[in-house]
């Protein structure tokens, strides 16, 4: 079944039809063509196959030990580039109905995959909410096969060779668009 856009979740099936597009598995990181059926495998400690689309954004968090409603400071966008794809995370106070009055905030990340690069936009946070955190930092985990370069020196990157995950850590919020630029490992 699908959970939203980006995940196409498996269970107590031996065979997994993948729709059609570009499909990573969230696992192992390999990358699948859609429209086909392929054995269901996973890791021992997994509930079972789990994949997500080319292009999609997703907003995490730290894991903590409970959920509660307190929104954290951080924000770690899970990046699997495919073209253009865009995100926009809304946030409210998660305990009153004050949402609809509007007390919300945005944010949108952009990436675009061209020839040459890849290119993650940050746009600043609009919007307020109550005991909205104050401070925003954002952490990138882009998922991309072979080792990009981060050209914004600014900021401390690390690839993860195996599973072929760029992270780039510590990203604050300046109230202006912020540009990471990732460039492809033999261009």
Known sequence: YMFGDAFLVSAFDSVVYLPEGEWIDYWTGKHYNGRQEI?????????????VKAGSII?????RSSIG???????????????KSSFTLFED????YKYLEGYIARTMVECIE???????????????????PEKRIHRLKVHYPGKPECRNKEYTAE?????????????????RDISIVLNYPDK
């Open 114 to 132: 061209t020839d040459d690069n890849i290119e993650i936009i940050i746009h600043p946070r609009t919007g307020k909410y109550d005991n909205m």
């Open 93 to 96: 106070d998660g305990e009153s």
């Open 39 to 51: 054995a269901s495998e996973f890791p021992e400690e997994r509930g079972g196959p789990l994949f």
């Open 159 to 175: 690839y993860d060779q195996d599973n072929s995950v760029m992270m780039i850590s510590d990203i604050e919020d300046t109230g």
């Open 59 to 63: 907003p995490a968090q730290k894991v």
């Open 69 to 83: 409603t307190a929104t954290p400071e951080e924000i770690i966008w899970e990046i699997y580039p495919k073209g």
